[in-house]
């Protein structure tokens, strides 16, 4: 067991228990996963379970504020109806994403980057990357079937579809990847994953097979998944000594984080404006909602990459022998 949890350098091996037999179980894991971690490491993975815990929350919250309140059901109503405006030349572009998308699509994309780390003899992040993979998709299929309800509020009830289970495909493949490629491909991975997981996301928008919340919400667990396993991951799953910790990565955080502040103002006031008249009774804007949350599902995208990319690479940071 040691032997695969080991990097290739040796950096990995067990150390040989000099104290009394009864070792505490964070004792035995630090001796398995690597050496102990340092306090730069330990804080990187507090934050990254501290990440983790906000996005589940904002699952919830997602839910509770679009898909259990008449107000929230009345928006997103009209962001559904408003996708039918242009839908016939925008599906041609969206369709097409949509139909790769699929459970071998999901066997195939595990299998990718998990391949990627066995070629590269990272026998944990392999692991990671069936676990995350693994673990966001079956979230997503339990909290949508058997977790969250969608009641009947303002005559918009039926089958609750929060999470999206195709924008959960597309963004655990793209954090998958950002798992197990080299240190300084991470940046670019992190910023195509983005650019994927939106263009699904909205592309679930443009053929009325989800609501906005719906492709937020399965963005958001996926979040939670990649910042799990590089928080839990034994030390062994760092990069190895020698890699160059200088990459792209505050340049790619950057653009990222540029592109959600620029579609998370509109898609905000957007979605304000359809609130307020929710609230108010009067009629809602149907294009403009359907705008305004399609711009909120490639907000939530770059800056779901923006902190996986960040967590990532902080928590793999190179180990100093």
């Given at each position: 067991?040691?032997?695969?949890?080991?990097?290739?350098?040796?950096?990995?091996a067990?150390?040989?228990s000099?104290?009394?037999?009864?070792?505490?179980?964070a004792?035995t894991?630090?001796?398995?996963?690597g050496?102990?971690p340092?306090?730069?490491?330990?804080?990187?993975?507090?934050?990254?379970?501290?990440?983790a815990?906000?996005?589940?929350?904002?699952?919830?919250?997602?839910w509770?504020?679009?898909v259990?309140?008449?107000?929230?059901?009345?928006?997103e109503?009209?962001?559904?109806?408003?996708?039918a405006?242009?839908?016939?030349r925008?599906?041609?572009?969206?369709?097409p994403?949509?139909?790769?998308?699929s459970?071998?699509?999901?066997?195939?994309?595990?299998a990718?980057?998990?391949?990627?780390?066995?070629l590269?003899?990272r026998?944990?992040?392999?692991?990671?990357a069936?676990?995350?993979?693994?673990?966001?998709n079956?979230?997503?299929?339990?909290?949508?079937?058997?977790?969250?309800?969608?009641?009947?509020l303002?005559?918009?009830?039926?089958?609750?579809?929060?999470?999206?289970g195709h924008?959960t495909?597309?963004?655990?493949?793209?954090?998958?990847?950002?798992?197990?490629?080299?240190?300084?491909?991470?940046?670019?991975?992190?910023?195509?994953?983005?650019?994927?997981t939106?263009?699904?996301g909205?592309?679930?928008l443009?053929?009325?097979?989800?609501?906005?919340?719906?492709?937020?919400?399965?963005?958001?667990?996926?979040?939670?998944?990649?910042?799990v396993?590089?928080?839990?991951g034994?030390?062994?799953?760092?990069?190895?000594?020698?890699?160059?910790?200088?990459?792209?990565?505050?340049?790619?955080?950057?653009?990222?984080?540029?592109?959600?502040?620029?579609?998370?103002?509109?898609?905000?006031?957007?979605?304000?404006?359809?609130?307020?008249?929710?609230?108010?009774?009067?009629?809602?804007?149907?294009?403009?909602?359907?705008?305004?949350?399609?711009?909120?599902?490639?907000?939530?995208?770059?800056a779901?990459?923006?902190?996986?990319?960040?967590?990532?690479?902080?928590?793999?940071?190179?180990?100093q022998?």
């Amino acid at each position: 067991m040691t032997s695969l949890l080991s990097s290739p350098t040796g950096a990995g091996a067990s150390e040989r228990s000099t104290g009394s037999p009864g070792l505490s179980t964070a004792s035995t894991i630090a001796s398995v996963g690597g050496s102990r971690p340092s306090a730069r490491a330990a804080g990187a993975r507090a934050v990254a379970l501290a990440a983790a815990l906000a996005a589940a929350a904002g699952v919830w919250v997602t839910w509770r504020a679009f898909v259990d309140t008449a107000v929230g059901q009345a928006v997103e109503k009209a962001a559904y109806a408003g996708a039918a405006y242009g839908q016939n030349r925008l599906w041609q572009v969206g369709e097409p994403i949509l139909e790769v998308v699929s459970v071998p699509f999901v066997v195939l994309g595990a299998a990718v980057a998990i391949l990627v780390a066995l070629l590269r003899r990272r026998w944990v992040q392999a692991i990671q990357a069936f676990v995350l993979v693994a673990g966001a998709n079956l979230t997503t299929q339990v909290l949508k079937y058997g977790y969250f309800e969608r009641p009947a509020l303002g005559g918009d009830g039926g089958a609750n579809s929060l999470p999206s289970g195709h924008t959960t495909v597309a963004a655990s493949f793209a954090a998958a990847l950002l798992l197990t490629v080299p240190r300084r491909a991470r940046p670019l991975v992190a910023v195509l994953g983005a650019g994927y997981t939106a263009a699904t996301g909205v592309s679930t928008l443009i053929g009325q097979w989800h609501r906005p919340s719906d492709a937020i919400a399965a963005i958001l667990v996926v979040l939670a998944w990649t910042a799990v396993v590089c928080a839990l991951g034994p030390s062994s799953a760092a990069d190895p000594p020698g890699v160059d910790a200088r990459t792209g990565t505050g340049l790619a955080v950057g653009f990222l984080g540029l592109g959600a502040l620029l579609t998370a103002l509109p898609a905000a006031w957007g979605l304000r404006e359809a609130y307020l008249a929710a609230g108010a009774g009067a009629a809602i804007a149907p294009v403009q909602t359907y705008v305004a949350g399609a711009l909120g599902v490639v907000a939530a995208a770059a800056a779901a990459f923006a902190v996986m990319l960040l967590i990532r690479q902080s928590t793999a940071r190179p180990r100093q022998d």
